[in-house]
């Protein structure tokens, strides 16, 4: 998170923290894995949208960590200024499986999408300060941030995580054997398709299955690092069928939680006078409820197996409630 500080001056005080959780986990307890912690973190800024944020040619700042798995920077920044700014963690001599010795891994910003901020640090809120875009003649994805003006008392709250919401791995395959399949998958990689180092470094890949079809609920398999890339399912059904997705867990998650008790396919519509009221008055876009019944597994392929994945208590219209995974089927004993 961000905190800024009233105006002393013509310099407003912006102390810049990230984390590696989920904005609805921010305020808990939750601790980073402790292979996040052994990396060197950064916060590289520029003052402007006309030249993008590169180590080579901005403001590079150590990041100190704060003993709770966030890390924080005070700076002094401009009233009604534009800056953009990402994140980057470093290797030394002692680089755990996965990533590569005395390295440097960039955050990669998605192009488009709005980034928590808040004047309360106890909600989430949406001010406009702060987004993902693009800037430059070149198009760069950046993280963007405007700052305001501030009364004196008031602060503005940015909340960060490295990388967003990270991505399954862009490949799976599925091996099938006799009463067993062998599970391969790549790395995860960030928007910019580079390593993503905060599933590598602390976070977790967690394996979900069925053998009752691909839009039924499923179980958890198995939790495993993140710089694990294979896995063998022993104990199973020559000529089933089993469904596998693959989600990525960031170095909080990577800490403990599992992201989903189980998944469901089917979202039932809101109930009552109230849903009627908030869903049918013609305010913007409609929403439109999906049941899904059956999937269509050329389309499955086509989009490259990414599947979008929702809590089953959560509501799957709203995308801050998705996760991404990588669903993948295969028939046990069919070589």
């Not at 106890?122 to 693009?134: C, D, E, L, S, V």
Request: aromatic share 14%.
């Amino acid at each position: 998170k961000a905190c800024l500080v009233p105006a002393w001056c013509y310099m407003t005080i912006i102390i810049l923290i990230f984390t590696l959780c989920p904005v609805t986990q921010i305020f808990s307890q939750q601790r980073a894995s402790s292979n996040w912690g052994v990396l060197d973190k950064y916060l590289v800024i520029q003052p402007s949208l006309n030249v993008s944020a590169w180590e080579t040619r901005s403001i590079v700042t150590n990041m100190r960590p704060v003993g709770d798995g966030t890390y924080q920077v005070r700076m002094d920044l401009t009233p009604g200024q534009y800056y953009n700014y990402l994140f980057m963690a470093k290797t030394g001599t002692n680089a755990i499986s996965g990533l590569n010795l005395n390295s440097t891994y960039y955050d990669q910003p998605p192009g488009t999408g709005k980034i928590p901020t808040s004047k309360n640090p106890n909600t989430i809120q949406y001010t406009n300060q702060a987004w993902y875009g693009k800037v430059t003649a070149n198009e760069d994805q950046r993280r963007i941030l405007f700052v305001p003006n501030l009364n004196d008392g008031e602060s503005l709250y940015v909340f960060n995580n490295f990388n967003s919401t990270p991505n399954p791995p862009d490949t799976v395959e599925a091996l099938p054997g006799n009463t067993r399949v062998i599970l391969n998958w790549s790395k995860a990689h960030g928007p910019w398709k580079w390593d993503d180092v905060n599933v590598i470094a602390g976070g977790k890949y967690y394996l979900y299955y069925n053998a009752t079809g691909a839009a039924d609920n499923y179980s958890l398999l198995t939790t495993l690092e993140g710089n694990v890339t294979s896995f063998t399912h022993t104990g199973l059904n020559n000529g089933t069928t089993y469904y596998y997705i693959i989600v990525s867990g960031d170095a909080y998650l990577g800490a403990g939680s599992e992201p989903f008790e189980h998944k469901k396919s089917d979202l039932p519509p809101p109930g009552g006078a109230a849903g009627n009221q908030a869903y049918a008055t013609p305010r913007g876009t409609m929403p439109v409820y999906f049941k899904v019944e059956h999937i269509d597994w050329n389309v499955v392929e086509k989009g490259q197996y990414l599947f979008w994945l929702t809590p089953s208590e959560e509501d799957g219209r709203f995308y801050r409630n998705k996760r991404p995974g990588r669903i993948i089927k295969v028939t046990v004993g069919d070589n």
